[in-house]
C-alpha cells in the first residue's frame, strides 16, 4: 500500500506513526491521507483530463464527503456529484461552486428538488419521468432552467457484489431501453421549458476490475444517441460514464491504472461515434472509491481477548459494524496488520469481532497476526471509501473522529461524537 512505512516497530501511514495517532486522538480512528487523495486526483488530471479534450471528472461524494473533502476536490480541480440534500448542503457549507456539482438519485424529494435548483446545482441527473415534471415545476417556480441528463439503465451485468451492480435492467436506477419510454422522455424535456437536456448518464457498478462493463454500456448508448438522432432529432452533447473503478482490499484484488478504464471508455466513444457519424460528446467519468478508498485506514484498540480451546479466539475491538457495515453487509474483506507490532512474526489465527451486541459483528475471520495483548493497535487497510460515510450509531455508539495525514502532519477534520450529540435531537 502506498504511503505506509514501517519504522522500528510501529506501522506509519502517510508519514505518521499511527500508534501515536491512536494515543493522540483514541480509537476507533479513520485516518485520511491527503497526499494520496492528491495522487489520484493528479492521475485523473494527467491520464484524462488533459488527455482527452472535452472531458469533465467529478468525485462521487457517496464515498467520503466532509467539508475539508470538499475543499481538496475544489483544489484538485474536481466537480462533485451528490445524491441528497445533505450531501448537496455540505458542497454549499464547503463554498464548492455549484456549477461543478451533479444532482443523482433515483427518488428526490421535492425539498432536495428545491435546495438543488435555488442553488444553481450543475447538473441534475434525472431518474424518471416522474422526476421531470417535478423538477421542471420547481425550476418554473423559481424562474431558472435546470440543465440535466437522463441516467439510462444500460441492461449490462457487471461482475461485481449485486449490492453494488447498477446497470443491469432490473435495476431501481435510470431509464429502462426496453419499449418507448425514452423516447417519450426526451420528447417530454424537449416541450417543457425549465429544464435543457444535455444528455445521458449511466453508472455500471462499483469494484470493478474489467473494462468490459464500461465498454458494453459505452456501445450501447452511443448506440441510443444515434436512435434519439433519428427518431426524435435530439443531439447528445454529454456522456457522463460513472464511476466503478476498482481498488485493493486483500490479496486476489487486481486494480488497474484509471487509463485501463479510461482509454476503453474514450476509444469506444470515438469508435463508435464515428461509425454512427456522431460528433463526440462531451465526456464525464465520476470515481468515488478509486479516490479515497486506498487513501484511508481504521485504528483499533485491543480490548478483550477469549479463547475457546481448539474452536476461535476471539479479539474484540472497540469499534465494529457502526463504523464498518461493509464487512456484516458485503462480506467485505480488509487486510490487517498490528501497527505497534510489526517487526513480530505471524503465528498466530485469529477473528477479530466488533463491539456490538450482534454475532454478524465480526470484522475479519481467520486472520495470521503475532501473539496478541490488550492495548495492541490494529490497522485496517483500504477503510477510506463507504465507511465514515456509511457509518451510523448502532448500539448508541458515537462515530470516531477523522484526522487527515500529509506529510507526516495530522490534523483533525471531523470530531469524534460524544453522548450530548447521540441525544442532540432528542425531546
Ligand atoms: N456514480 C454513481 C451514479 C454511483 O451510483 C456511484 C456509486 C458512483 C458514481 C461511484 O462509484 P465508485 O467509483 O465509488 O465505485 N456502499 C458500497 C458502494 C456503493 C456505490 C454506489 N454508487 C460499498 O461500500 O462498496
Known sequence: MKGTEIIGNNFYFGGC??????????????????????????????????????????????????????????REGLGIDVVSGGEIYTVIKAGFPMEKVIFHGNNKTIDEIEL???????????????????????????????????????????????????????????????????????????????????????????????????????????????????????????????????????????????????????????????????????VIIEPGRWIVGEAGITLYTIGSIKKIPGVRVYVGVDGGFPDNPRSALYDAKYEVVVANKMDKEKNNLVTIAGKCCESGDILRYDLKVPSLDTGDILVFKSTGAYHYSMASNYNKIPRPAVIMVKKGTDRLIVKRETYEDLLRNEL
Open 116 to 282: 438543488a435548483v435555488k442553488n444553481n446545482v450543475g447538473r441534475i441527473v434525472v431518474d424518471n419521468l416522474y422526476e421531470l415534471d417535478l423538477l421542471n415545476s420547481v425550476a418554473q417556480a423559481h424562474g431558472k432552467k435546470m440543465k440535466i441528463l437522463f441516467r439510462i439503465t444500460p441492461g449490462v451485468d457487471s461482475h461485481t457484489h449485486k449490492y453494488i451492480s447498477t446497470g443491469q435492467v432490473d435495476s431501481k436506477f435510470g431509464i429502462p431501453l426496453k419499449g418507448n419510454i425514452i423516447n417519450e422522455a426526451i420528447k417530454r424535456a424537449i416541450d417543457v421549458s425549465n429544464v435543457e437536456l444535455m444528455g445521458f448518464h449511466f453508472h455500471v457498478g462499483s469494484q470493478l476490475f474489467d473494462n468490459s462493463s464500461h465498454i458494453k454500456a459505452v456501445k450501447t448508448l452511443v448506440k441510443l444517441m444515434n436512435d434519439m438522432k433519428e427518431e426524435v432529432g435530439f443531439i447528445t452533447k454529454e456522456l457522463n460514464t460513472g464511476g466503478g473503478f476498482g481498488i485493493y482490499y486483500v490479496k486476489g484484488d487486481t486494480p488497474k491504472p484509471l487509463n485501463y478504464f479510461t482509454d476503453a471508455i474514450m476509444h469506444t466513444i470515438q469508435d463508435e461515434c464515428s461509425k454512427y457519424g456522431l460528433s463526440i460528446p462531451q
Open 17 to 74: 506513526d499511527t500508534v501515536k495517532l491512536a494515543k493522540k486522538y483514541g480509537t476507533p480512528l479513520y485516518v485520511i491521507s491527503e497526499d494520496y487523495i492528491c495522487e489520484r486526483c493528479k492521475e485523473v488530471r494527467e491520464d484524462f483530463l488533459n488527455k482527452y479534450e472535452n472531458t469533465r471528472a467529478v468525485y462521487a461524494g457517496k464515498a467520503f464527503l466532509t467539508l475539508e473533502m470538499c475543499r481538496i476536490i475544489e
